[in-house]
Nanobody
């Protein structure tokens, strides 16, 4: 089994920054992709950013230039640096880890941006 735990959410004013962390542990042989998704109230879960095993990344258009995803492979950890936060970034942020052919989700961490 694989456990995924996020941390780093909180309340911040518009224009502020937060850094999310996600650590995977357990029966991990090879992690393919690590990514961040978010879900706002009444909306579908959407991709925010992901990073592949080779280091390439992709981002949602709404966060390009403001968010940066990075990865510490030996620690099986992924980070999301969020700058210039906007009220519309308010959501529960989930980490997803792909190991071989299976995906594992964390429990989510709340990010609230006040105007």
């Amino acid at each position: 089994q694989v456990q995924v735990v996020e941390s780093g959410g909180g309340l911040v004013q518009a224009g502020g920054s937060l850094r999310l962390s996600c650590a995977a542990s357990g029966s991990i042989f090879s992690i393919n992709t690590m990514g961040w998704y978010r879900q706002a109230p009444g909306k579908q879960r959407e991709l925010v950013a992901r990073i592949f095993s080779g280091g390439s990344t992709n981002y949602a258009d709404s966060v390009k230039g403001r968010f940066t995803i990075s990865r510490d492979s030996p620690k099986n950890t992924v980070y999301l640096q969020m700058n210039s936060l906007k009220p519309e970034d308010t959501a529960v942020y989930f980490c997803k880890v792909a190991v071989l052919s299976r995906s594992y989700w964390g429990q989510g961490t709340q990010v609230t941006v006040s105007s």
